[in-house]
């Protein structure tokens, strides 16, 4: 199993759509999680980090459950520019970035 | 530069053959980490120098892989006797301290061993 588990998709929604990506980890010791989103034979670029209390950050929100171990990412009126794909990411205690296999999304006309 | 610079964008390597991959980190950052990135996956860590320091190399596969940054800047990963199952992207990032600060990346150098 996966330190860092992601539905890998692709979700295809239409413009203006919200999205909800989900993402479990199984390291409970895990300190700080962040999002990266990717592009298509890009690297990866920090999206945001992700908290406890939530954040938010415009169309974009995440969302910590530390008891269940769980990080959500929600876009809310997707753009074609927010195809891309989004990488769940824990910080190990030992000060490694562990990343899941990140989710494709595709944002239609 | 402003981001961090990586040398060669494409590489390809025939079976058996040696590579060298550069790094060149964003300028004071101390921190510099290797990635695999195979298709399809998220990147996989491979080590992390702190300055000049390798403070982690569990991630490298084999005793083929050696990185090195003897300066405490620029890095360089060393495949020896390259494999097919190298062949996926090479990712180099940088973080201003330690690893809980925000880790750039750079555009990577894609392997192909054949």
């Known amino acids: 199993r996966k330190e860092v588990e992601q539905d890998p998709g692709p979700f295809n929604v239409p413009e203006g759509a919200t999205v909800a990506f989900n993402c479990t980890y199984s390291n409970s010791a895990s300190q700080s999680f962040f999002w990266y989103r990717q592009d298509c034979r890009k690297e990866p670029k920090l999206l945001m980090s992700?908290?406890?209390s939530g954040n938010e950050d415009g169309r974009f929100t995440a969302q910590l459950n530390r008891a269940s171990q769980y990080i959500s990412l929600l876009i809310r009126d997707s753009k074609l520019s927010d195809s891309a794909t989004y990488l769940c990411?824990?910080?190990?205690?030992?000060?490694?970035?562990?990343f899941g296999q990140g989710t494709t999304l595709q944002v239609k006309p | 530069g402003a981001g961090v610079s990586q040398s060669p964008r494409y590489k390809v390597a025939k079976r058996g053959q040696d590579v060298a991959l550069r790094c060149d980190p964003i300028?004071?950052?101390?921190?510099l980490f290797w990635y695999q990135q195979a298709l399809g996956q998220g990147p996989e860590f491979l080590t992390y120098f702190q300055n000049e320091a390798q403070l982690d190399k569990s991630g490298l596969p084999s005793d083929r892989f050696f990185a090195e940054r003897p300066e405490g800047s620029v890095s360089t990963l060393k495949i020896q006797r390259t494999q097919q199952e190298d062949s996926a992207v090479y990712l180099c990032?940088?973080?201003?301290?330690?690893?809980?600060?925000?880790?750039?990346f750079g555009p990577g150098t894609r392997l192909t061993v054949l």
């Open positions: 300028s004071g950052h101390v921190s």
């Open positions: 990032a940088s973080s201003h301290s330690g690893p809980v600060s925000g880790q750039f």
């Open positions: 990411v824990a910080l190990s205690n030992t000060g490694k970035l562990i």
């Open positions: 992700v908290y406890s």
